[in-house]
Protein backbone atom coordinates (compact mmCIF):
# COMPACT_ATOMS: atom_id res chain seq x y z
CA UNK A 1 0.00 0.00 0.00
CA UNK A 2 1.45 3.49 -0.52
CA UNK A 3 2.02 5.66 2.15
CA UNK A 4 -0.74 7.98 3.73
CA UNK A 5 0.77 10.83 5.54
CA UNK A 6 -2.70 11.68 7.07
CA UNK A 7 -2.87 8.16 8.18
CA UNK A 8 0.20 8.47 9.78
CA UNK A 9 0.10 11.48 11.35
CA UNK A 10 -3.17 10.00 13.20
CA UNK A 11 -0.84 7.40 14.03
CA UNK A 12 1.77 9.16 15.36
CA UNK A 13 -0.52 11.38 17.44
CA UNK A 14 -1.87 8.47 19.08
CA UNK A 15 1.66 6.88 19.89
CA UNK A 16 2.20 10.05 21.65
CA UNK A 17 -0.46 10.54 23.78
CA UNK A 18 -0.37 6.59 24.78
CA UNK A 19 3.37 6.81 25.13
CA UNK A 20 3.64 9.92 27.83
CA UNK A 21 0.14 10.10 28.92
CA UNK A 22 -0.26 12.42 31.27
CA UNK A 23 3.58 13.47 31.89
CA UNK A 24 5.23 16.18 30.48
CA UNK A 25 7.69 15.97 27.42
CA UNK A 26 10.33 18.10 25.83
CA UNK A 27 11.56 17.93 22.27
CA UNK A 28 14.80 19.47 20.67
CA UNK A 29 13.89 21.25 17.38
CA UNK A 30 17.16 21.80 15.11
CA UNK A 31 15.38 23.32 12.10
CA UNK A 32 15.33 20.22 9.79
CA UNK A 33 12.36 19.00 8.49
CA UNK A 34 12.31 15.95 10.67
CA UNK A 35 12.68 17.66 14.40
CA UNK A 36 9.51 20.07 12.64
CA UNK A 37 7.75 17.19 11.60
CA UNK A 38 8.09 15.63 15.08
CA UNK A 39 7.74 19.09 16.96
CA UNK A 40 4.22 19.69 15.02
CA UNK A 41 2.76 15.89 15.79
CA UNK A 42 3.96 16.22 19.26
CA UNK A 43 2.26 20.02 19.09
CA UNK A 44 -1.18 18.11 17.84
CA UNK A 45 -0.94 15.21 20.50
CA UNK A 46 0.29 17.16 23.90
CA UNK A 47 -0.12 20.88 23.40
CA UNK A 48 0.07 21.63 26.68
CA UNK A 49 2.39 19.14 27.69
CA UNK A 50 5.43 19.97 25.55
CA UNK A 51 8.60 22.10 25.52
CA UNK A 52 10.18 23.08 22.46
CA UNK A 53 13.62 24.02 22.44
CA UNK A 54 16.27 25.34 19.77
CA UNK A 55 20.36 24.30 21.66
CA UNK A 56 22.49 26.78 19.82
CA UNK A 57 25.72 24.64 19.90
CA UNK A 58 27.65 27.18 17.85
CA UNK A 59 27.56 24.37 15.53
CA UNK A 60 24.46 25.65 13.47
CA UNK A 61 23.76 26.88 10.18
CA UNK A 62 24.06 31.20 9.58
CA UNK A 63 21.34 32.75 11.13
CA UNK A 64 20.06 29.67 12.39
CA UNK A 65 18.50 30.83 15.62
CA UNK A 66 16.62 33.44 14.06
CA UNK A 67 15.07 31.10 10.85
CA UNK A 68 14.02 28.70 13.12
CA UNK A 69 12.01 30.81 15.36
CA UNK A 70 10.07 32.30 12.91
CA UNK A 71 9.22 29.03 10.97
CA UNK A 72 8.38 27.26 14.39
CA UNK A 73 6.19 30.70 15.04
CA UNK A 74 4.43 30.13 11.96
CA UNK A 75 3.18 26.51 13.22
CA UNK A 76 2.43 27.95 16.41
CA UNK A 77 4.74 26.51 17.81
CA UNK A 78 6.33 28.03 21.11
CA UNK A 79 10.39 27.33 20.75
CA UNK A 80 12.93 28.67 23.84
CA UNK A 81 16.46 29.14 22.12
CA UNK A 82 19.65 28.08 24.71
CA UNK A 83 23.01 29.22 23.53
CA UNK A 84 24.88 26.27 24.81
CA UNK A 85 28.03 27.33 22.24
CA UNK A 86 30.51 27.48 24.94
CA UNK A 87 29.97 24.42 26.91
CA UNK A 88 30.33 22.52 23.10
CA UNK A 89 33.47 24.07 22.29
CA UNK A 90 35.09 23.64 25.39
CA UNK A 91 33.68 20.04 25.90
CA UNK A 92 34.42 19.29 22.03
CA UNK A 93 37.97 20.60 22.38
CA UNK A 94 40.83 17.96 21.73
CA UNK A 95 38.90 15.38 20.27
CA UNK A 96 39.81 14.28 16.57
CA UNK A 97 38.50 10.93 16.24
CA UNK A 98 34.35 11.09 14.73
CA UNK A 99 33.02 8.64 16.41
CA UNK A 100 34.31 10.22 20.06
CA UNK A 101 32.50 13.85 18.65
CA UNK A 102 29.42 12.59 17.81
CA UNK A 103 29.21 10.50 21.46
CA UNK A 104 29.97 13.71 23.00
CA UNK A 105 27.77 15.64 21.06
CA UNK A 106 24.87 13.25 21.86
CA UNK A 107 25.92 13.59 25.73
CA UNK A 108 25.97 17.20 25.58
CA UNK A 109 22.80 17.26 23.92
CA UNK A 110 20.77 15.22 26.50
CA UNK A 111 22.73 16.52 29.48
CA UNK A 112 21.72 20.08 27.94
CA UNK A 113 17.83 18.91 27.34
CA UNK A 114 17.53 17.21 31.08
CA UNK A 115 18.47 20.47 32.47
CA UNK A 116 15.83 22.48 30.68
CA UNK A 117 13.39 19.39 31.74
CA UNK A 118 14.38 19.50 35.19
CA UNK A 119 13.27 23.24 35.08
CA UNK A 120 9.67 21.87 33.15
CA UNK A 121 9.56 18.88 35.17
CA UNK A 122 9.50 16.51 32.22
CA UNK A 123 9.97 12.55 31.71
CA UNK A 124 9.93 12.10 28.18
CA UNK A 125 12.19 12.99 25.69
CA UNK A 126 11.01 13.43 21.78
CA UNK A 127 13.14 12.91 19.23
CA UNK A 128 12.70 13.26 15.56
CA UNK A 129 14.57 9.98 14.64
CA UNK A 130 14.31 8.42 10.97
CA UNK A 131 15.20 4.99 9.90
CA UNK A 132 18.79 6.08 8.38
CA UNK A 133 19.80 7.28 12.12
CA UNK A 134 19.31 4.06 13.50
CA UNK A 135 20.12 2.02 10.46
CA UNK A 136 23.51 3.50 9.96
CA UNK A 137 24.55 3.33 13.73
CA UNK A 138 24.64 -0.86 14.24
CA UNK A 139 23.78 -2.74 16.53
CA UNK A 140 22.32 -6.34 16.51
CA UNK A 141 22.95 -8.20 13.40
CA UNK A 142 23.98 -4.44 11.13
CA UNK A 143 27.26 -2.83 11.49
CA UNK A 144 28.41 0.52 12.70
CA UNK A 145 28.36 3.03 9.50
CA UNK A 146 29.07 6.03 11.95
CA UNK A 147 26.75 7.08 15.27
CA UNK A 148 23.70 9.24 14.73
CA UNK A 149 23.90 11.45 17.49
CA UNK A 150 20.47 10.51 18.56
CA UNK A 151 21.13 6.87 18.44
CA UNK A 152 24.59 5.60 18.95
CA UNK A 153 25.44 9.03 20.90
CA UNK A 154 23.19 9.08 23.56
CA UNK A 155 24.47 7.89 27.06
CA UNK A 156 24.13 4.84 28.58
CA UNK A 157 22.37 6.44 32.02
CA UNK A 158 19.81 9.12 30.44
CA UNK A 159 17.38 9.91 33.21
CA UNK A 160 14.66 11.11 30.14
CA UNK A 161 12.48 8.57 29.00
CA UNK A 162 13.01 8.32 24.75
CA UNK A 163 9.33 8.50 22.37
CA UNK A 164 10.40 8.49 18.99
CA UNK A 165 7.21 8.61 16.85
CA UNK A 166 8.79 8.84 13.33
CA UNK A 167 11.98 6.06 13.52
CA UNK A 168 10.22 4.28 10.59
CA UNK A 169 10.27 6.29 7.81
CA UNK A 170 12.56 7.35 5.69
CA UNK A 171 13.17 11.33 4.51
CA UNK A 172 10.86 11.38 1.41
CA UNK A 173 7.91 10.07 3.25
CA UNK A 174 9.54 12.44 6.27
CA UNK A 175 9.00 15.37 3.86
CA UNK A 176 5.41 14.12 2.74
CA UNK A 177 4.36 14.36 6.22
CA UNK A 178 5.41 17.86 7.01
CA UNK A 179 3.72 18.98 3.75
CA UNK A 180 0.34 17.67 5.38
CA UNK A 181 1.04 19.13 8.44
CA UNK A 182 1.53 21.98 6.13
CA UNK A 183 4.75 22.91 7.60
CA UNK A 184 6.27 26.35 5.44
CA UNK A 185 7.81 25.31 2.51
CA UNK A 186 11.32 26.24 3.74
CA UNK A 187 11.48 23.54 6.62
CA UNK A 188 9.43 20.88 4.05
CA UNK A 189 11.51 21.34 1.41
CA UNK A 190 14.73 21.81 3.26
CA UNK A 191 17.65 19.77 2.55
CA UNK A 192 19.13 18.01 5.28
CA UNK A 193 20.93 19.14 8.06
CA UNK A 194 23.23 16.63 10.07
CA UNK A 195 22.11 16.01 14.14
CA UNK A 196 25.78 17.28 15.09
CA UNK A 197 25.39 20.12 12.89
CA UNK A 198 29.30 21.29 11.41
CA UNK A 199 30.90 19.26 13.51
CA UNK A 200 30.67 16.65 11.35
CA UNK A 201 31.75 19.09 8.70
CA UNK A 202 35.13 19.60 10.21
CA UNK A 203 37.36 17.29 9.82
CA UNK A 204 39.34 16.78 13.07
CA UNK A 205 39.49 19.40 15.94
CA UNK A 206 36.63 21.60 16.21
CA UNK A 207 37.37 25.17 17.16
CA UNK A 208 35.01 28.37 17.18
CA UNK A 209 37.67 29.58 14.40
CA UNK A 210 36.57 26.53 12.26
CA UNK A 211 33.30 26.60 12.48
CA UNK A 212 32.86 30.18 11.16
CA UNK A 213 35.27 29.25 8.38
CA UNK A 214 32.92 26.30 7.87
CA UNK A 215 29.94 27.92 8.29
CA UNK A 216 30.63 30.76 5.82
CA UNK A 217 31.42 28.37 2.97
CA UNK A 218 28.53 26.23 3.76
CA UNK A 219 26.19 29.53 3.20
CA UNK A 220 27.90 30.55 -0.17
CA UNK A 221 27.31 27.27 -1.28
CA UNK A 222 24.02 26.87 -0.65
CA UNK A 223 23.62 30.27 -1.63
CA UNK A 224 24.83 29.83 -5.50
CA UNK A 225 23.72 26.31 -5.73
CA UNK A 226 20.26 27.39 -5.00
CA UNK A 227 20.26 30.27 -7.07
CA UNK A 228 21.59 28.19 -10.01
CA UNK A 229 18.62 25.79 -9.33
CA UNK A 230 15.67 28.29 -9.23
CA UNK A 231 17.43 29.89 -12.35
CA UNK A 232 16.70 26.19 -13.87
CA UNK A 233 20.42 25.74 -15.11
CA UNK A 234 20.74 22.79 -12.51
CA UNK A 235 17.92 20.47 -11.07
CA UNK A 236 18.48 21.32 -6.97
CA UNK A 237 20.27 18.40 -5.50
CA UNK A 238 19.36 16.54 -2.32
CA UNK A 239 22.25 17.92 -0.36
CA UNK A 240 24.72 20.48 -0.86
CA UNK A 241 27.27 21.91 1.93
CA UNK A 242 30.88 22.60 2.30
CA UNK A 243 33.10 21.04 4.46
CA UNK A 244 36.29 21.66 6.12
CA UNK A 245 39.97 19.44 6.15
CA UNK A 246 42.45 19.94 9.09
CA UNK A 247 45.21 20.67 6.59
CA UNK A 248 46.41 23.34 4.93
CA UNK A 249 48.11 24.27 1.70
CA UNK A 250 50.63 26.71 -0.21
CA UNK A 251 48.78 29.70 -2.03
CA UNK A 252 49.30 33.39 -2.74
CA UNK A 253 47.32 36.43 -1.95
CA UNK A 254 48.58 39.22 -3.44
CA UNK A 255 52.23 39.12 -4.06
CA UNK A 256 52.51 37.32 -0.65
CA UNK A 257 52.91 33.32 -0.27
CA UNK A 258 49.56 32.12 2.15
CA UNK A 259 49.34 28.94 3.93
CA UNK A 260 45.67 28.30 4.25
CA UNK A 261 42.63 25.91 4.73
CA UNK A 262 41.08 23.38 2.41
CA UNK A 263 37.45 23.67 1.40
CA UNK A 264 35.75 20.58 -0.15
CA UNK A 265 32.08 21.43 -1.98
CA UNK A 266 29.68 18.71 -1.95
CA UNK A 267 26.54 18.49 -3.24
CA UNK A 268 24.43 14.61 -4.12
CA UNK A 269 21.52 13.16 -5.37
CA UNK A 270 18.88 10.97 -3.28
CA UNK A 271 16.09 9.53 -2.10
CA UNK A 272 16.70 8.55 1.49
CA UNK A 273 19.93 8.83 2.03
CA UNK A 274 20.64 5.37 2.11
CA UNK A 275 22.87 5.22 -0.91
CA UNK A 276 23.45 8.97 -3.28
CA UNK A 277 25.21 9.99 -6.47
CA UNK A 278 27.37 13.15 -6.79
CA UNK A 279 25.61 15.60 -8.50
CA UNK A 280 27.15 16.98 -11.99
CA UNK A 281 27.38 20.64 -11.38
CA UNK A 282 28.46 23.32 -13.91
CA UNK A 283 32.28 24.13 -13.82
CA UNK A 284 30.97 27.61 -14.34
CA UNK A 285 28.85 27.38 -11.02
CA UNK A 286 31.80 25.46 -9.36
CA UNK A 287 34.30 28.21 -10.07
CA UNK A 288 31.65 30.77 -8.89
CA UNK A 289 31.45 29.19 -5.34
CA UNK A 290 35.30 28.64 -5.26
CA UNK A 291 36.07 32.36 -6.05
CA UNK A 292 33.16 33.64 -3.69
CA UNK A 293 34.67 31.14 -0.62
CA UNK A 294 38.57 31.98 -1.75
CA UNK A 295 37.50 36.19 -1.89
CA UNK A 296 35.05 36.46 1.30
CA UNK A 297 36.97 33.92 3.44
CA UNK A 298 40.54 34.37 3.95
CA UNK A 299 41.33 31.70 5.41
CA UNK A 300 40.80 29.35 2.80
CA UNK A 301 42.81 29.44 -0.22
CA UNK A 302 41.91 26.00 -2.23
CA UNK A 303 38.30 24.51 -2.94
CA UNK A 304 37.68 21.22 -4.28
CA UNK A 305 34.68 19.52 -5.50
CA UNK A 306 33.63 16.11 -3.94
CA UNK A 307 32.48 13.39 -6.78
CA UNK A 308 32.68 10.41 -4.63
CA UNK A 309 29.01 8.47 -4.43
CA UNK A 310 27.38 6.58 -1.29
CA UNK A 311 28.83 4.00 -0.81
CA UNK A 312 32.31 3.90 -0.48
CA UNK A 313 31.96 7.35 1.15
CA UNK A 314 28.94 8.57 3.50
CA UNK A 315 26.83 12.10 2.69
CA UNK A 316 29.02 13.91 5.16
CA UNK A 317 32.86 14.15 5.94
CA UNK A 318 32.24 12.16 9.67
Not at 179 to 194: A, G, K, T, V, Y
Not at 282 to 296: D, F, G, H, M, V
Not at 302 to 315: F, G
Amino acid sequence: MPFSPKKFIDSAVLHIRTTVGKEKAIIAVSGGVDSMAAAAIAHLAIPKQLTCVFVDTGLMRKNEAKTVSAAAEKVGISLKVIDASDTFFSSLAGITDPEEKRKAIGRLFIETFEKAAKKEGVSFLIQGTIAPDWIESGGGSRDKIKSHHNVGGLPEKMHLKLCEPMRDLYKHEVRMVARELDLPEEISERQPFPGPGLAVRIVGEITRKKAEIVRGACAIAEEEIEKAAKEGKIEKPWQYFAALLPTKTVGVRGDERAYQYIVVVRAVRSLDGMTVNFSHLPPELLQKISTRITNEIREVGRVLYDITNKPPATVEME
